[in-house]
């Protein structure tokens, strides 16, 4: 999920219609090489220097799994849509990961514990983050990370997450909590953007 697809009409967009079009936003399928480069290069600053398992929170398609996994990391991803965990499991077929069809704010992952638990713009479109941050804190190692990359859309009617509001969140089951922005990083997002968006690091 990206981009505040939801929020105007406050309706669940139909992710497995979205599905087959949804790499060809720049952010999404990550195609363009030097959007795939920045993203790379981000991920890599951000998830551990040894080979980790990642749980991949609102999937989509797997392009953040996939650039996870070519650096050494095991990943489970988990997305709603059916749909677009068949296109995940296709683009990452032969490597270390694994992807369930599943709610992000309750993963059916069982008894199984991450070393990352790595969301992108899924965390503001949920009705009570604050929970469900509790959930996933539960679901990592001790000395875990969250990395979570979301941010504010629009102007008229701004939805998202305020990265004040979530680092409050996120204090109280965090030991270290670090913002990135990330708006002015034009690679990333295959232009220039007007709106905030940031990546919470926090080691708990």
């Given amino acids: ?9 406050g309706t669940e967009p139909d992710w497995d219609a979205l599905a087959p079009a949804f790499d060809d936003e720049p952010d999404h399928g990550l195609r363009d090489p030097g959007v795939r480069r920045a ?3 981000r991920l890599r600053s951000w998830l551990p220097d040894r080979p980790c398992d990642v749980l991949d929170l609102g999937c989509g398609t797997g392009s953040l ?6 650096q050494g990391h095991r990943v489970t991803g988990v997305d709603r849509s059916a749909a677009m965990v068949a296109l ?4 990452l077929a032969g490597r270390d990961a694994a992807f369930l069809v599943g709610d992000a704010a309750l993963p059916p992952v069982g008894e199984e514990r991450f070393d990352v638990v790595l969301v992108r713009h899924v965390l503001w479109t949920l009705p009570d983050p604050g929970r469900v941050l509790r959930h996933w804190r539960g679901l990592l ?8 990359v979301e941010g504010v859309w629009g102007t008229l009617a701004p939805v998202g997450l305020p990265a004040a509001r979530l680092g409050e969140l996120l204090r109280p089951l965090a030991a270290q909590v670090r913002v990135e922005p990330l708006a002015q990083d034009t690679a990333l997002w295959g232009g220039a953007v007007d709106d905030e968006r940031y990546a919470l690091v926090a080691d708990v």
């Avoid at 799994?65 to 070519?70: I, Q, V």
């Fill in 65 to 70: 799994s996939l650039l996870a996994a070519e």
């Fill in 1 to 9: 999920m990206t981009n505040g697809e939801r929020a105007d009409t």
């Fill in 141 to 148: 190692r001790p000395g875990g990370r969250f990395v979570l």
């Fill in 39 to 41: 993203w790379a290069a």
């Fill in 88 to 91: 995940a499991r296709a683009k």
